[in-house]
């Protein structure tokens, strides 16, 4: 099993800055090198892809909506990922899970965290 925990969400004003950490852990997390990603979903709306990167951090993904502006990093010592968000807006308002994956940087997603809120006011 692996767990996935996330932090660093919170409320922050349109313009400024967060930075979400996803840790990881669990007796298989160690045996496969996992690719991870984070999503984010609102209310009444699908799940939607946010970024994501390879389990040696060579290649990163990101939706277009985020790119420029997000960058994902990992740092396998601690198990953990990391999501900076730089000039966030409004619409980035939503909460966000990361994932991780067996397969590929892209999913499928094999095990999921709970989720942080991230709330950018206007």
Do not use: H
């Amino acid at each position: 099993q692996v767990q996935l925990v996330e932090s660093g969400g919170g409320l922050v004003q349109a313009g400024g800055s967060l930075r979400l950490s996803c840790a990881a852990s669990g007796r298989t997390f160690s045996s496969y090198n996992y690719a991870m990603g984070w999503l984010r979903q609102t209310p009444g709306k699908e799940r939607e892809f946010v970024a994501a990167i390879s389990w040696s951090g060579g290649n990163t993904y990101y939706a277009d909506s985020v790119k420029g502006r997000f960058t994902i990093s990992r740092d396998n010592a601690k198990n953990t990922v990391y999501l900076q968000m730089n000039s966030l807006k409004p619409e980035d308002t939503a909460v966000y899970f990361c994932a991780a994956s067996k397969r590929g940087a892209l999913g499928p997603y094999d095990y999921w965290g709970q989720g942080t809120q991230v709330t950018v006011s206007s």
